[in-house]
């Protein structure tokens, strides 16, 4: 059998962060603020400090990674190419199947890619506390390991569904010193309305939004992090999918397509972009590439939602965005893909996907546990939920290529590890878990909702 896994030297981490806004064809659609302009600098350096805020509105190619995020990266970076031989033998396919594994990294997930730096540049920038929101826990768990990293205080809003079912992760937040809180919360506006009109509300990932940007907008010592949508946070992610490039160099090898799970849009972003740099580029070997981002049938922002400028949170804290969205206050089931669980997207996955250069994929709940743990059999490795998105997308596509007899390459990011998601693995075994596809008429009123723009 051949090497199934491709490593890089230390030495080989890559130095710039990838930037596909010199590479659209038509420039990003700008955040509004509430008067229906463009937002300033000074509006959004309420809650993010200016190096953050230069990299959001960068049309630059290549942004230098710093010297001191690097080290850091070196903890876990670089993070393994690793082929599924034993899962191609498994699904009698003539595709070759190869996966970026980023749960090596401290938080078990890809999320300390963006982390580190805005720790780095809120340190810098002389800020003395964080907040954010987490879903699933993968990004909380990861603002928390960075901000002890550079000696920041961080408070986590944690969606109430995510804090009840996933408490490793929570204690994995506290180990690192963060304050976590299930959200909606009893400490800021936001919260009291929502527990006010709903006592028993599971909360979203637009309403601990809303929870930590408040929090952050009403102190200057506080600062808010993201951990996926907003240019800066993709820009960082870019690093899975160039070393990932240098990887399939070393092999001679290249992807026919390239996957990633979408909620928010980071780890789809990280990978996939770096690729489409190769298309826009005329690079031969891109030509036919695809690259398919997947959702959950149960929040199906890309497939079912409507292409317009929306808030980013419940609560419209934030500027408006040009994203696909279900309506910022579509409040989705308690699926166990917490990441996911997400009503907008990236503007920037959400351009790629309008102009054509992305294929949206929405799978079911059930229908992505099954790949995850078919994988797991075959690889060792047991995905995270919202991982496993990705490996159905990809069995998908190897399963296709048996058909045809096609030698495929499929490539897709392996976002994060699911030993903390084993009570949704125990819900799937028991036969509890269920799917569930999103109505189109619930869309239809959510998306009444949106603001009114022009």
């Known amino acids: ?7 890089l030297e230390q030495n080989e981490i890559p130095t710039h962060w990838y930037n596909i806004v010199a590479d659209l064809k038509t420039p990003p ?12 600098p000074e509006q ?12 959001e509105m960068s049309d630059q190619r290549w942004i230098p990674i710093p010297q001191e995020v690097r080290e850091i990266y070196r903890l876990w970076r670089p993070a393994p190419l690793v082929r599924a031989v034993r899962l191609e033998q498994a699904l009698g396919t003539t595709a070759k199947i190869y996966y970026k594994y980023e749960g090596v990294s401290p938080a078990g997930s890809h999320k300390p890619n963006s982390a580190v730096p805005q720790a780095f540049y809120n340190k810098q920038a002389g800020i003395k506390r964080l907040t954010t929101e987490t879903g699933a826990g993968q990004w909380g768990s990861s603002i928390s390991f960075a901000g002890q990293m550079f000696g920041l205080p961080v408070r986590v809003y944690m969606v ?7 408490p490793y992760r929570r204690l994995m937040m506290q180990t690192w010193g963060a304050e976590v809180f299930a959200s909606p919360s009893e400490l800021t506006q936001t919260g009291r309305a929502a527990l006010a009109e709903n006592p028993d509300n599971q909360g979203s990932l637009g309403l601990a939004i809303s929870e930590a940007v408040e929090e952050a907008a009403s102190r200057p010592d506080t600062n808010y992090t993201l951990g996926s949508v907003l240019n800066h946070v993709l820009l960082h992610q870019t690093i899975v999918g160039l070393e990932a490039k240098k990887q399939f160099d070393k092999i001679g090898e ?6 990633g799970p979408c909620g928010g849009g980071s780890s789809f972003g990280g990978i996939a972009f770096p690729f489409l740099a190769d298309k826009a580029a005329g690079d031969k070997r891109a030509e036919n590439l695809r690259c398919l981002a997947v959702e959950p049938t149960s929040c199906p922002t890309l497939t079912k939602g409507a292409y317009a400028y929306d808030f980013g949170d419940a609560s419209g804290f934030t500027p408006l965005m040009k994203m696909y969205t279900l309506g910022h206050d579509f409040m989705p089931p308690g699926i166990h893909a917490g990441g996911l ?27 992505t546990f ?17 991982s496993c998105h990705a490996i159905r997308a990809a069995i998908d596509e190897a399963l296709k290529a048996k058909v045809t007899g096609e030698p495929k390459v499929i490539l897709f990011n392996l976002t994060g590890h699911g030993h903390f998601d ?21 869309v239809a009123r959510s998306l009444e909702h949106l603001p009114k723009v022009g």
């Open 1 to 7: 059998m051949e090497n199934t896994r491709i490593l």
């Open 29 to 40: 659609a700008p955040p509004l603020g509430p008067d229906g302009q463009p937002a300033t």
């Open 44 to 55: 959004m350096g309420v809650i993010f400090p200016g190096a953050i805020l230069e990299q």
């Open 160 to 166: 109430k569904v995510s804090y009840d079912q996933k």
């Open 254 to 259: 290249y992807p026919d397509v390239v996957i």
């Open 341 to 367: 669980r997400y009503h907008g997207a990236s503007p920037l996955v959400s351009q790629v996907v309008h102009e054509g250069l992305v294929e949206p994929v929405a799978v079911s709940q059930l229908a």
């Open 370 to 386: 099954e790949a995850g743990v078919q994988f797991a059999r075959a690889e060792g490795i047991i995905p995270a939920p919202e």
């Open 422 to 442: 084993m009570s949704s693995y125990e819900r799937f075994f028991s036969g509890k878990l269920e799917d569930y596809d999103y109505p189109a008429e619930a």
